[in-house]
């Protein structure tokens, strides 16, 4: 979904909770973790419809790494946000901690797809609105990698000899598991049991394991590659490609020429798809909100 796709959704969410007027000098307190142009984006849409529907909106961004921790400490003493936007995956946290309440205006879910809606419901009850779909992808510096698309591991192979000797092939940030998981899913394993057992074990995860010490050793990827370093890697041209999702984007200059294709095949097993998690991100309403907004 595009950012302008997104912070539509936003505004319509928003343009929901403030369908009573607004009273006293009270303004709605919004928390993100964007950065860059999505935050950029974020901030001017907001702005734009706090001037034309005379609301107040404050938008407080902070640190993706710091982010889980702030709301934690925030939210309990009344400090934290009215609302904040997350991924889904941290919804059953956020429920069993307190963090949320159900989302108050069921108009704001009418017409989502219903796959998305289930990611932001826990036990049967809605706690989000969808603004965004992210998933991984392949992104390639078009002044280091010929126009040819990349459909296999074996192209990104073939990179490494006609690069740099100081130039990696791919970068991505291979120690963590949600990045590893479409190489697992390709060898036809998971992370997770349907019942939400620990399940990275046995034969699949192995393979897993053995491909990523192999491209490791080989200079395919460079070792323990962070989020700060595939950024900067791609950027400075140190690395050809990169696996990311919509959030490095919002962060690479404009003067950078890449594009962005599907993940490639895995050569490594028979040409098997690599298959990413989707991340349904989530506009929710924090346990302490505002009463006269939310009720």
Known sequence: M????????????????????????????VWCAYTGQEQQGLRAALAAFEREHG??????????GAYMAKLEAAIPTGNG???????????????????????PDQRALAGLVPQFSAALSFEGRPYGAALAVKSLA?????ALVPAARLETTADLRALQQRLPHDVVPLVFESE????VAPFLHAFSGELLSPAGQYAFVGAPAARTLDLLRVWT???????????????????????????????????LPPELRYHIEPLPRLSENSGAALEPYVTVEGAFVARTAQRRYFH
């Open 138 to 142: 392949l992104y390639v510096n078009e």
């Open 55 to 64: 609301v107040g909106i404050d938008l407080l961004s902070i640190p993706f």
């Open 217 to 251: 050793e080989t200079g395919l990827v460079p070792h323990a590659p962070s989020g700060d370093l595939v950024k900067r890697m791609f950027v400075n041209g140190q690395a050809a490609t990169a696996v990311s999702g919509p959030w490095l984007a919002a962060d």
């Open 81 to 103: 946000p009215d609302l904040f936007i997350d991924a889904h995956e941290r919804l059953p946290v956020f429920v069993s901690r307190e963090l949320v309440q159900p989302w």
């Open 176 to 179: 963590n598991p949600y990045y």
């Open 2 to 29: 595009t950012l302008a796709r997104r912070i539509a959704g936003a505004l319509f969410v928003f343009a929901l909770i403030w369908s009573l007027p607004a009273r006293g000098a009270e303004r709605l307190v």
